[in-house]
């Protein structure tokens, strides 16, 4: 049985990579973040596709923590991509970006996103923020098992 919580993190900015990561390791998230640096590399990762073909080294993740704007393919584009994956279509997504658009929150949710959050000002908050995410999305969500399809149960 499966029990580290893999996150995808998806931001083609080092040092907001850097910050995240630190801020998970201070969160008490234990398991490796694993990290794409711009969009198509995210849709490879979620798809599996190339030299991310192999997932023991690259597991699926539980929780994708996606960008919006970032080189190859924007935020919407890997979203739009991993829900119409047939493997990764509930695998949570959280987008984390400095964007404050109603129109890209729009257009997230409508893609399908689990939720639209603002990257702090401060690492102390950004602290606070994976904090949050931990401990909602790696600890009390639960998702659909990975490839297992079930009729709805009758009541």
Do not use: C
Not at 61 to 86: C, I, M, N, W, Y
Not at 103 to 131: C, F, M, W
């Amino acid at each position: 049985m499966k029990t580290s919580k893999i996150i995808l993190l998806v931001e083609d900015d080092p040092n907001d990579r850097f910050l995240f990561t630190r801020a998970a390791q201070k969160a008490g998230i234990t398991d490796p973040v694993q990290s794409a640096s711009d969009g198509q590399e995210a849709i490879d990762y979620l798809t599996g596709s190339g030299p991310f073909s192999d997932r023991l080294r690259y597991p699926l993740p539980d929780l994708v923590v996606l960008d919006l704007k970032l080189p190859l393919a924007t935020g919407f584009e890997v979203l739009s991509a991993a829900r119409q994956h047939p493997v990764t279509r509930h695998v949570p997504v959280v987008m984390l970006t400095s964007s404050q658009s109603e129109a890209d929150i729009t257009q997230a949710h409508a893609l399908g996103a689990n939720a639209y959050l603002v990257k702090p000002p401060s690492p102390e908050e950004l602290l606070n923020l994976v904090r949050s995410i931990k401990d909602f999305w790696l600890a009390q969500n639960r998702s659909p098992k990975l490839g297992v399809h079930s009729a709805p149960a009758s009541h």
